[in-house]
C-alpha cells in the first residue's frame, strides 16, 4: 500500500467532513503535514501530524468503509510515526472519541489532558473542537 504526502484540498476536506473530523483549523494547525492512500485512484484514508518540536499530535486519521478491514488505518499510522521520527519528534498525542481500542493496540495509552505539552494544549482541537469527553492518548515513539 502506497502512503504519500498530500496537500490538503476539496477531496481531502470532503472525507474529513463526511467523518465527523474537524476541518476549520486545518488551514492554520502551525505545521500538519497530511499523508493519504488510494485504491483504484480512489482516496480512501487520510492522517495528519503536527508538528511541535519533539512533540507531535496525530490527527484527522479517517479510512473509507471499504478500505478499514484492509489495515490502511494502521498503514496510515505507521507511515505518520515514522515520518515523525525523521523530524525529531518523540511523543506523539492524539484526541479520539471513538478509536480509543484502535490507537491501544498500536501503543497508544489514555493519559490524563493536563499532561499536554503547551504547544498542543494550546491547539484549536486541543481547546475546543474535540469536546472534553475526548480520550487523550499518548505514545513514545522509539526507532526501529
Not at 508538528?51 to 499510522?77: I, P
Amino acid at each position: 500500500m502506497k502512503v504519500e504526502p498530500i496537500a490538503l484540498n476539496a477531496e481531502v476536506r470532503a472525507l474529513l467532513v463526511d467523518a465527523g473530523l474537524p476541518v476549520s483549523d486545518l488551514d492554520e494547525a502551525r505545521e500538519v503535514q497530511l499523508f493519504a492512500t488510494r485504491q483504484y485512484g480512489e482516496l480512501v484514508g487520510v492522517v495528519g501530524l503536527e508538528m511541535y518540536g519533539s512533540d507531535g499530535m496525530l490527527r484527522s486519521l479517517v479510512v473509507t468503509g471499504t478500505a478499514r478491514a484492509e489495515g490502511v488505518g494502521q498503514a496510515l499510522v505507521a507511515h505518520a510515526e515514522a515520518f515523525a521520527l525523521r523530524q525529531g519528534i518523540t511523543e506523539l498525542f492524539l484526541l479520539t472519541i471513538s478509536a480509543e481500542r484502535f490507537f491501544a493496540k498500536l501503543g497508544y495509552v489514555v493519559v490524563p489532558r493536563s499532561t499536554a505539552p503547551a504547544a498542543i494544549a494550546q491547539t484549536e482541537q486541543f481547546m475546543g473542537l474535540c469536546p472534553s469527553s475526548s480520550s487523550f492518548m499518548h505514545k513514545r515513539l522509539q526507532a526501529p
